[in-house]
């Protein structure tokens, strides 16, 4: 179990419990923005789980067995539809439900794994990672676009630039794409 205040070892114990499932599933937020390059802090444990809400009683379980024994179920037009719960250690654990949607599905064709703690993960790609956090710089304050930027910056030229500007339109983010292909190209 993770122990408190080592947010890695909660990831890591929420990683091993998915991994036992045969849903794909990927590590997004702030864990996501540490594994392509930005050190900062989180409250939570962010992943997006590749099946319909519906189905959520599928990991309901599991949800629960990893948290603190209760779920909450949260719809919102924001951020979407998730199940939450606490962990032991304090931080919350968010289960994002993405199936239906050409982009999620691009998303997890997508996803990369990374080296963590001696552990393979499963993380959001850092492009679409970058185009969830430009959507997340529109609906409110926050560290999003710094996060966006600094992750250009570490990918520079590895971080494709042009599928950026091929899906910014999806996401109507489109003019912050400009600003994060400087700073991938080390103008900004």
């Known amino acids: 179990m993770g122990e408190p205040n080592d947010a890695g070892g909660v990831l ?3 990683v091993e419990a998915f991994e036992a499932t045969e849903y794909a599933f990927m590590i997004v937020g702030a864990f996501a923005v540490m ?3 930005r050190p900062r802090t989180t409250a939570d444990v962010d992943l997006a789980i590749h ?10 379980n599991i949800v629960e067995s990893i948290g603190d024994g209760t779920i909450e179920e949260r ?6 539809k998730r199940l939450v719960t606490t962990h032991p250690s304090g931080l919350n654990i ?4 993405v199936a239906g949607h050409s982009f999620y599905e691009r998303e997890f ?6 080296r963590f703690r001696g552990r393979t993960v499963p993380f959001i790609s850092p492009e679409d990672l970058i185009l969830r956090k430009l959507v997340n710089t529109k609906k409110r304050r926050g560290p999003d ?8 910056r570490v990918q520079g030229q590895a971080l494709d630039t042009e599928y950026l500007r091929e899906h910014c339109a ?6 912050l794409v400009e600003r994060i292909a400087s700073a991938a190209e080390g103008k900004a």
């Open 75 to 80: 719809i919102s037009p924001e951020w979407g």
């Open 35 to 37: 594994a392509h390059g």
């Open 109 to 114: 064709e997508r996803r990369v794994r990374k």
């Open 94 to 97: 968010e289960v994002f439900f």
């Open 170 to 175: 999806v996401h109507r983010v489109c003019s």
């Open 12 to 14: 890591l114990e929420v």
């Open 51 to 60: 099946l319909p809400f519906k189905d959520r009683a599928k990991v309901g």
């Open 145 to 152: 676009l710094e996060d966006a930027l600094a992750v250009a």
